[in-house]
């Protein structure tokens, strides 16, 4: 298939590019470069620079013609989004109905969509499973459970078949170490214990350790990018076979702590990793983990790479060599 990756150049995106060309598709990047990274992109994969929010740039690239998107081009820090939610509702928001919006006019009837965890909010019970209440505790989430009601009117009324990628926390790098464009100013915890083991920041700052868990720091259910990646050429299978669209949860269904994560990286490194108890983290749960059932019975996805040592490796393989 001729597949846009809109957001190919940024973490996720550079990933689902890779497995994307591997099942042999016709793959183009479209991307501000905004976050993503030249050293990104794939010299087998097109690429054209543009915007969501220019629709002059949308118009020129989906005129070309497309069989599929998938649509990664999104602010992503939770936090910075109860500060800034204008930044939030352009990007994410306007930047996605100009997409859909384009798909509609140019016929592209095939749509793979990054959401997020985010959108469940606080757990009302574990494992998080696809029908869980969706009450999203920050504006990023928001934005996303939005975007995804979108994409069900857009789907009745355009016949634009969707999948919606429900993301647990996406972590680790590519797993045969080809990709390595570092996140840029990372907050989320594996990047940032990367950046400590590699002397770029003082410490970890360990965000609560008394949490009702087994360490008392908060547990996440990690997966790895790689196994993302492939959620993604998969999704992309079921809804063109089955000319129906899906939401399934992509997570390893594992929780692992903070402290579980930190002592695997420093056994993996090699390194001390300095790291600080300060305090909890405003809106942060104790324990999210979630149930990748479906993804597993509708797509036949399970997370072979989102174990803490895989996790930790090809993270410290992307870190050890690189460059601040
Ligand atoms: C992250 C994203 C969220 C996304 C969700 C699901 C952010 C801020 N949050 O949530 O947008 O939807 O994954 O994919 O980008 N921690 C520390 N010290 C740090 C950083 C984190 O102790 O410096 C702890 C946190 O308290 C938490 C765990 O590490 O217990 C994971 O945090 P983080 O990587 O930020 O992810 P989430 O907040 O779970």
């Known amino acids: 298939m001729k597949i846009l990756v809109v957001g190919g150049a940024g973490y996720i995106g550079s990933h689902v590019v890779k497995a994307l060309l591997k099942a042999g598709h016709d793959v183009t990047v479209f991307d501000n470069m905004s976050s993503g990274r030249e050293e990104n992109l794939f010299p087998q994969a097109g690429f054209i620079r543009g915007d969501i929010l220019n629709t002059k740039d949308l118009d020129s690239c989906l005129s070309q013609g497309w069989d599929a998107a998938i649509h990664l081009a999104a602010f992503k820090a939770a936090g910075e989004s109860m500060l800034k939610p204008e930044k939030y509702s352009i990007n994410n928001i306007t930047g996605t109905l ?3 919006n384009g798909f509609a006019e140019y016929g592209v009837k095939k749509v793979v969509f990054s959401s997020s965890a ?19 505790e920050n504006y990023y989430g928001f934005t996303k459970l939005e975007i995804e009601r979108f994409l069900h009117w857009y789907d009745k009324l355009k016949g634009i078949r969707f999948a919606a990628l429900r993301y647990f926390n996406a972590a680790g790098y ?4 080809e990709i390595k464009g570092l996140e840029q100013n990372p907050a989320n915890l594996l990047p940032v214990i990367m950046e400590a083991a590699a002397g770029w920041r003082e410490a970890l700052k360990v965000f609560g350790n008394d949490y009702d868990t087994k360490d008392g720091t908060g547990v996440r259910d990690y997966v790895h990018v790689s196994d993302l990646a492939d959620g993604h050429v998969k999704a992309l299978n079921y809804i063109t076979e089955k000319d129906e669209s899906l939401i399934v949860n992509l997570g390893s269904e594992e929780g692992l702590s903070v402290l579980q994560l930190l002592e ?38 399970e997370a072979k790479y989102s174990d803490v040592e895989s996790l930790v490796r090809t993270s410290w393989d992307a870190y050890k060599d690189a460059k601040k």
Do not use: F, M, T
């Not at 959108?119 to 499973?129: A, K, M, N, W």
């Not at 590519?174 to 170490?177: A, K, N, S, V």
């Open 98 to 100: 100009n997409l859909l």
């Open 118 to 136: 985010a959108i469940y909010g606080e757990p009302q019970y574990l494992p998080i499973d696809e029908n869980h209440p969706k009450d999203p």
């Open 174 to 177: 590519d797993i045969d170490g």
């Open 264 to 301: 695997a990286a420093r056994k993996v490194s090699g390194r001390e990793i300095p790291a600080d108890i300060v305090e909890r983290r405003p809106g942060d749960p104790a324990k999210l983990v979630a149930s990748s059932s479906l993804a597993k019975e509708l797509l036949g996805w």
